[in-house]
């Protein structure tokens, strides 16, 4: 069992910047996934950011350039969102993937005000 305890999120004008974490803890073994997902009133769930343990990343196209996901050694993976958009507005998810089965945060509000 993998627990994910999600902090930052809140409300910010746009061009604005915010700060996400989360920090892993259970059974994660090497080669897991970590990631932030993002959901919006009405929309499905969607992929933000990703890092591997081997720091490689990826972006959706819309965040590239924006949003930077890193990772330290305590197996927390931290999202850097810099230019903050409305459209950027979601409840976010943080997500850990350990071979197949996949773990989720409780998720933590992004209001991007314009």
């Known amino acids: 069992q993998v627990q994910l305890v999600e902090s930052g999120g809140g409300l910010v004008q746009a061009g604005g910047s915010l700060r996400l974490s989360c920090v892993a803890s259970?059974?994660?073994?090497?080669?897991?996934?970590m990631g932030w997902y993002r959901q919006a009133p009405g929309k499905q769930r969607e992929l933000v950011a990703s890092i591997t343990s081997g720091g490689n990343t990826n972006y959706a196209d819309s965040v590239k350039g924006r949003f930077t996901i890193s990772k330290d050694n305590t197996n927390t993976a931290v999202l850097q969102m810099n230019s903050l958009k409305p459209e950027d507005t979601a409840v976010y998810y943080c997500?850990?993937?350990?071979?197949?089965?996949?773990?989720w945060g409780k998720g933590t509000l992004v209001t991007v005000s314009s």
């Open positions: 259970g059974r994660i073994f090497s080669g897991n996934v």
């Open positions: 997500n850990c993937r350990v071979t197949v089965i996949n773990y």
